[in-house]
């Protein structure tokens, strides 16, 4: 079968060669997707790189993380997954970018049957992150007010979108006009661009010197920094991401106006298992429950059957341009997912 793998480090055009692999083996706790359509991330531009240190397996490997496909062979335990089209996260988060894909049954979920194969490409990852920022993390009730920074993005427009859906003043921050206007028609009240605009100002002056509830912080680095002024008293601080330089994960935080603000700092990952205390013995790290997943897809389908939020495709291109189309991510020009079709 023909796959996408990094074979040195570099731009997406010189990391990337399309490789004849072995098809993927079914084993206990693991599916295997033919797949239908896969949607890029932002990390995987990292991945070329070479500066993703969570996903970092030795060169040649297969680059991505989500697909969109039918099962066709399950391990022990996951029969009840074959011949379901799903949304699923590749074993460790790479190799998905191949037209069959070893799939987690842990991170494997029923496509939403409203969604058609690239629309499905666009609900996982970026409603489930959303959701456990927002509900899980970020505690946001109606008519508090929220703050999604890259508002167009992938995740971020499914965050001004849920937010707003569960009753929330949404404010939005984007680098363009098209996007600025894309967060206002899915509900922010307020559009700000973070290449103009003093954003913690403006966010100040939108809430009568009062400052948001909750942010969803999906850039990281300086962004975070000057964002703290517009926390309000008790507020949730949630960092969703490093959009924005992925070596803002080794920067320090200033504690001092954590402290002066009197809000809260959390994180969010989205990484589901059935066993959550044995990867946290592991790794070291909290992660949630399958049970919590499926909890978050129930809510997030019935939101969607609503017409409370709907998925945002930017672009769809053909799988065999992928290069291209990471390195049109990386120049921050597109809104909502991009997704690769493999039909």
């Known amino acids: 079968m023909h796959a996408w793998r990094v074979h040195r480090f570099g731009d997406p055009r010189d990391a990337l060669q399309i490789d004849t692999v072995e098809q993927p083996a079914a084993r206990p706790g693991a599916v295997v997707v033919r797949t239908l359509t896969t949607p890029l991330n932002y990390n995987e531009v990292d991945g070329c790189h070479g500066r993703y240190r969570t996903v970092d397996p030795p060169l040649p490997y297969t680059l991505g993380m989500e697909v969109v496909g039918e099962v066709i062979d399950a391990g022990p335990g996951s029969e009840h997954w074959l011949g379901r ?6 074993v460790g988060a790479f190799g998905a970018h191949a037209q069959q894909v070893l799939a987690s049954a842990d991170m494997t979920f029923e496509a939403p049957e409203r969604l058609d194969d690239v629309e499905a490409a666009a609900f996982f990852f970026p409603f489930h992150v959303a959701h456990l920022a927002l509900v899980e993390r970020g505690h946001l009730q109606p008519g508090q007010t929220l703050l999604v920074h890259a508002g167009a993005g992938g995740v971020g427009s499914a965050a001004v979108q849920l937010g707003a859906a569960l009753g929330a003043r949404v404010i939005a921050t984007a680098g363009s006009d098209e996007k600025l206007g894309l967060c206002r028609e899915l509900g922010a009240y307020v559009a700000l661009n973070y290449r103009t605009d003093d954003v913690a100002g403006a966010v100040i002056d939108a809430t009568d010197g009062r400052g948001v509830d909750v942010v969803c912080d999906l850039v990281g680095g300086d962004t975070t920094v000057r964002t703290f002024p517009c926390v309000a008293l008790g507020g949730r601080y949630v960092l969703a991401g490093f959009s924005g330089d992925i070596g803002a994960e080794d920067a320090g935080i200033v504690p001092r106006p954590i402290l002066f603000g009197n809000f809260d700092l959390c994180g969010v990952m989205l990484s589901y298992r059935h066993d959550p205390l044995a990867a946290k013995r ?3 790290f909290n992660l949630f429950s399958r049970a919590d997943g499926e909890r978050v897809h129930a809510h997030l389908v019935e939101l969607l059957d609503a ?19 990471l390195e049109r991510l990386a120049s921050r020009t597109t809104v909502g997912r991009t997704v690769l079709d493999w039909r």
Do not use: F, N, Y
Request: charged letters at 20%; a positive charge; zero cysteines.
């Open 85 to 90: 089209r799903v949304v699923a996260t590749a």
């Open 282 to 284: 592991a790794s070291g």
């Open 307 to 325: 017409g409370a939020i709907r998925t945002v495709v930017g672009r769809i291109a053909p799988w065999t341009d992928l290069p291209v189309e």
